[in-house]
């Protein structure tokens, strides 16, 4: 295994245009979770899954803002209707129930989107 | 006010200098304490975790105070190597972490 897999690495995309992102996380780890990123802040906590189930949100995800994880492996983020201020990193890190107390969760390269 | 609480910086600081970095929280429900690192352009990744009995690793020293809801970093001996963004993150009952914006620590020579 060779950690948490984003894809694409950069995805530049016009305002108002759909694009969707994809976490493979560590295999056994069963919680994944997704972050945006801006320049000169600190990752912000858009959502929470615990297998398959989404069990926390943030207020950050607007209904522009969808993510799943159909079958408790990779999961997805959507933005539809792209607007410039979605511009950021989008950050996935999965862990395990194990390794989660003792802060052992795993980031991905993260994916880099541009609304132009 | 914001959950977790750092000075951005930057800290500018000579090989071999001790600098150390606070962070404050307000949720006094908090659980688990760490400090993550993230280089430029990279993710974060895991520093160390941080005990009220405090945590040494090497150079780097964590300490928690709950009463005054804190918790520091310390890096004796800095190394260029050291210069990166220091993350402290915090994690409630449920275990999703909650990161500060990051304190930014230059090393130069």
């Known amino acids: 295994d060779t950690g948490v897999s984003q894809n694409p690495r950069h995805k530049i995309t016009k305002r108002g245009q759909n694009v969707t992102f994809r976490c493979d996380p560590i295999s056994e780890h069963n919680r994944l979770y997704w972050y945006r990123q801006t320049l000169g802040q600190g990752p912000e906590f858009l959502t929470y899954f615990q297998n398959e189930a989404q069990l926390e949100k943030s207020r950050l995800l607007s209904d522009r803002f969808s993510a799943e994880r159909p079958k408790g492996s990779f999961s997805t983020l959507e933005i539809q209707r792209t607007e410039q201020g979605d511009s950021a990193m989008y950050l996935c890190?999965?862990?395990?129930?194990?390794?989660?107390?003792?802060?052992?969760?795993?980031f991905g390269s993260g994916t880099r989107l541009t609304v132009v | 006010r914001k959950e977790v609480e750092q000075d951005p910086g930057p800290f500018n600081v000579p090989e071999g200098a001790t600098v150390a970095f606070n962070c404050t929280y307000s949720?006094?429900?908090?659980?688990?304490f760490f400090w993550y690192r993230q280089d430029c352009r990279k993710e974060p990744k895991l520093l160390m975790s941080?005990?009220?009995s405090g945590n040494e690793d090497g150079r780097f020293t964590a300490q928690l105070n709950r009463a005054s809801q804190y918790i520091s970093l310390l890096i004796r001996d800095s190394k260029l190597s050291d210069s990166a963004t220091y993350l402290c993150v915090r994690a409630g009952g449920s275990y999703i972490p909650t990161f500060g914006r990051g304190t930014s620590l230059i090393v130069h020579p």
């Open positions: 941080v005990y009220s």
């Open positions: 890190a999965s862990s395990s129930t194990q390794t989660t107390g003792q802060g052992g969760y795993t």
């Open positions: 949720n006094s429900a908090s659980q688990s």
